[in-house]
């Protein structure tokens, strides 16, 4: 079992940047897949990033590549997501969810969820 909560969602003007954080509980934490994914009013839960256990692999969607970065740091038990550039398109709630196995971009394949952070950006 593993319980997730973001942080650091907000407010920011277009070009500005943000940091989420996803902490994470239980023992098992760095045998997870972790992937944040992004869902805006009136459209579809997307995929943002993915890293897998030891941060070896990282897939970023097209749309975010270049201006985002997932990292984690498994001594604590946490994954994080640096934003940059922010576009007012990026505006939507933010959530980070893990996974057994591999690094994957598939929704479906995440078992943890956490509430999600809203992120803004204004133009």
């Known amino acids: 079992q593993v319980q997730l909560v973001e942080s650091g969602g907000g407010l920011v003007q277009a070009g500005g940047s943000l940091r989420l954080s996803c902490a994470a509980s239980?023992?098992?934490?760095?045998?997870?897949?972790m992937g944040w994914f992004r869902q805006a009013p009136g459209k579809e839960r997307e995929f943002v990033a993915t890293?897998?256990?030891?941060?070896?692999?990282?897939w970023h969607a097209d749309s975010v590549k270049g201006r985002f970065t997932i990292s984690r740091d498994n001594a604590k038990n946490a994954a994080y997501l640096q934003m940059n550039s922010l576009k007012p398109e990026d505006t939507a709630v933010y959530y980070c969810?893990?996974?057994?196995?591999?690094?994957?971009?598939?929704?479906?394949?995440?078992?943890?969820w956490g509430q999600g952070t809203q992120v803004t950006v204004s133009s």
């Open positions: 239980g023992r098992t934490f760095s045998t997870f897949t």
């Open positions: 969810a893990a996974a057994r196995g591999m690094a994957t971009t598939l929704l479906e394949k995440y078992d943890y």
């Open positions: 890293i897998n256990w030891s941060g070896s692999t990282t």
